[in-house]
């Protein structure tokens, strides 16, 4: 079933399978981000932080016993038994429905944090002080500690209770019942992924990412109400984002009207890594100022020689062209083409 999902991310045009595994675990390099955006994956960055490489090369050579996945010098592809098998794998097997959130939240911490913070609510539902809770982190731990000091425990109880109640309502059938089964709470053991699967007829695999869905749409939820008991977990569990503070910083002096070389001095860096910043920020900002590095003449040039398929030449064949041109303009030139057509 693992290859089912893993044959979903190739497409009949070859892709390369190291940026595809690194984007599933969310190995953050711009090279990476470039790939995964012109591969369209960025929304599944960072889905499973904890999987495996072998796991993962071992299925792609299953897929290609199967001839199911072809690999020649550029990458691997679907054949055509491959888009076959991926169109019908649409229809029958769970699609992830909340993909921009994934990369959201810290889910694991998320998912110790609730189930916690849920068990502690619950015996303090039935005055009961004598109990086992779950191993987690001493961070986590100290947190429910300072969220439970930092409410009324008398009105928790039924605040959680409706809170939960409320969001429930907005799951299908399966989600709902992965979703509460895998909590615990009073003389109540959460369920298995694979004891779940079992009550569903479903895969392990399909049960892990529906409650991995369920949760960071929970997280997503509970910011959006204008209150909820919640917050103050969900903000400790939240990612800063994809783009790194470095890469942030580097934009406040560009909006500032500081030129590269400026930055690079007042920041102590070299040039090339204020380049790569920027490179990180257009994959990921729409309103990104492309007009303050590169010029409409080369736009206009670089367009008449590629023309419609931007991936077609390599950095040395544009350069033979273009001898003056460098690579941080020619991969700016990609972004802003893949962005804007």
């Known amino acids: 079933m693992i290859e ?83 169109k019908k794998l649409k229809k029958s097997l769970y699609q992830v429905k909340y993909p921009k959130l994934m990369n959201q939240y810290r889910l694991n911490e998320w998912s110790e944090t609730l189930t916690l913070a849920i068990q502690v609510i619950s015996e303090l539902s039935f005055t009961n002080r004598h109990y086992y809770p779950i191993m987690t982190s001493e961070l986590t731990k100290f947190n429910i500690k300072r969220w439970l000091s930092n409410n009324v425990k008398e009105k928790l109880v039924s605040q959680v209770h409706s809170e939960l109640e409320l969001f429930i309502k907005e799951l299908d059938t399966n989600a709902e019942l992965i979703f509460m089964n895998k909590l615990i709470g009073h003389q109540l053991n959460g369920l298995t992924n694979k004891q779940l699967a079992i009550e569903l007829t479903l895969s392990e695999i399909e049960t892990d990412l529906i409650y991995r869905d369920t949760m960071n749409y929970f997280a997503s939820w509970i910011e959006q109400q204008e209150q909820s008991v919640f917050k103050e977990l969900v903000q400790l569990i939240r990612n800063k984002g994809i783009i790194s503070e470095s890469a942030q910083d580097t934009m406040k002096f560009i909006n500032a009207g500081l030129s590269v070389n400026d930055i690079a001095r007042k920041r102590q860096l070299k040039k090339s890594t204020i380049n790569e910043h920027l490179l990180e920020l257009a994959m990921f900002d729409d309103k990104f100022p492309y007009q303050l590095f590169l010029t409409s003449e080369l736009v206009g040039i670089l367009t008449k020689i590629i023309g419609g398929n931007i991936d077609q030449y390599s950095f040395q064949e544009i350069q033979e062209k273009i001898p003056e041109i460098d690579f941080f303009d020619y991969r700016l030139y990609q972004i802003y083409r893949s962005k804007n057509g």
């Not at 499973?48 to 996945?69: A, G, H, T, W, Y």
């Open 4 to 86: 089912d999902y893993i044959l979903q991310m190739f497409q009949e045009d070859p892709r390369r399978p190291n940026v595809v595994y690194s984007i599933i675990i969310g190995r953050n390099t711009v090279s990476n981000i470039y790939w995964g955006m012109r591969y369209n994956l960025l929304d599944y960055f960072g889905m499973d932080p904890q999987f495996s490489n072998m796991l993962f090369r071992e299925n792609i050579v299953k897929l290609q016993k199967n001839k199911l996945l072809d690999e020649n010098e550029v990458g691997v592809k679907l054949t055509s038994l491959g888009l076959e098998r991926k």
